[in-house]
């Protein structure tokens, strides 16, 4: 599930749904995404250098990654590279 292959898949489907939908469907969708990111970045905020677990609905993630990306003091880590290492 993180991956950049399900990453590109959702937001493909989004890009979809918002064309389908119209504006109200996107703005929802950017809302919900945004009130997440804003805890995240406040949960960062709160706790620097320490590590913070996110979990959300997995079609959130490429959405959230691709914002937080660009967040400033936050690192985002490659789950797979991560659980790959654990072994």
């Known amino acids: ?14 890009a979809y ?3 389908l939908h119209g504006p109200a469907e996107k703005k929802g969708w950017e ?15 709160a706790n620097p250098g320490k590590r913070i677990v996110v979990i959300v609905g997995v079609e959130h993630c490429y959405w959230l990654r691709g914002h937080l990306h660009d967040s400033a003091g936050i690192e985002l880590l490659d789950t797979a590279s991560l659980l790959r290492t654990q072994n």
């Open 17 to 19: 749904q918002h064309r």
């Open 31 to 45: 809302g919900w995404n945004s009130f997440f990111l804003d805890q995240i970045v406040a949960a960062a905020a």
């Open 1 to 14: 599930m993180n991956s950049t292959w399900t990453d590109d898949l959702f937001a493909v489907k989004h």
